[in-house]
């Protein structure tokens, strides 16, 4: 019998309203972050670990607020 609860994926605030380019994010109760492409939902999603997500976000907001000073 399986115990995987529901999972509730989030999308990127980035992602748009056109639907294109959309990612969307869970983070289940355990040590992985899963990512996957909201068009494509059946096929697998990319798993990180919670440390390296938040190494990536963390980039990333660094990266965008260099390349819009008035964003941060």
Request: charged share 25%; aromatic share 6%.
């Amino acid at each position: 019998m399986s115990t995987r609860t529901h999972e509730e994926w989030r999308k990127s605030s980035y992602s748009g309203s056109d639907g294109d380019n959309c990612v969307e994010v869970t983070a289940p109760p355990v040590p992985r972050v899963r990512v996957r492409d909201s068009k494509n939902v059946k096929r697998l999603p990319l798993q990180v670990s919670r440390h390296a997500w938040a190494a990536f976000t963390t980039h990333l907001r660094a990266a965008c607020t260099a390349d819009d000073p008035g964003s941060g």
